[in-house]
C-alpha cells in the first residue's frame, strides 16, 4: 500500500527515484506508463497542459477565483456551470457575475432543485434538520442532469456537502473544478481543522 502522506524523501519531487522508497508509486514503472498514455487523449492533453500553465503563471499571484478564469479560457471553455449551495446563493450570485464579466455564459442550478422532499430518501421528520417542517433533499444528481441538459464545458461546484459532491463528480458530463467546499463551522476554510488538530481541535479530533 502506497503511504505518500507519511513521506520524508518525496523522491516525486526531487527525481532521486533510485533512492525512493520501497512503496513509492514512482517504482511501478509499467503502471506510470500505462497512466502517461492516458494523457496522450487530445481531450485530457488539453486539460493537463494548460493546468501546469495555470499553476506556474499563477503561482502566489493568482486567487482561485482568478485561476479559474484563466484556466476556462486557456482550454477556450465557453458554457461554465455552477453547482452551488442554497447557503452559499448570494456568493453564487456574485461568482456568476464575475463569470459573465470576462465573457462566459454561466448556466447555475442550485442544490434544491426539483424541490423533492427529504422523506423521498427515507429521512423521518426526527431526522430533519427543522422538524415539522418541509424539507426539500438535496439533489446533486440533479444539478449534473441540468447542467449536462445545457452542455456545459465546464462545471464549477461552490459549496456542495460532503456526499452531495460525489453525486455530482459522479454524474457531471464535463470536467469539474472546486471554487469551495462546505464547512459550515469553519467558514468554509476545512483545513483550519487541520491547522487546529493539535490545539483547540486535539480533543475533537
Known sequence: MDTC???????????????????CPCRETNEIENIKKKYQDPEIAKLAYNSALVESE?????????????????????RLGIAFCIGLSKEAQIFC???????FEVFSVICKNGSVPKEFLGIQDSQK???????????????????????????IMLGLCVGHDSLFIKYSDAPITVFAVKDRILAHNPLGAVYLSDSYYKNKL
Open 129 to 155: 434538520n427543522r422538524p415539522g417542517t418541509y424539507e426539500p433533499m438535496c439533489n446533486p444528481i440533479g444539478q449534473a442532469v441540468f447542467l449536462n441538459k445545457s452542455k456545459t464545458e465546464l462545471n
Open 5 to 23: 502522506a507519511f513521506c520524508q524523501k518525496h523522491s516525486c519531487r526531487t527525481g532521486d527515484l533510485e533512492n525512493a522508497p520501497q512503496n
Open 58 to 78: 499563477g503561482y502566489c499571484k493568482k486567487t482561485r477565483l482568478e485561476e479559474i478564469i484563466d484556466f476556462a479560457q486557456r482550454c477556450q471553455f465557453h
Open 97 to 103: 457575475s464575475i463569470l459573465k464579466n470576462h465573457g
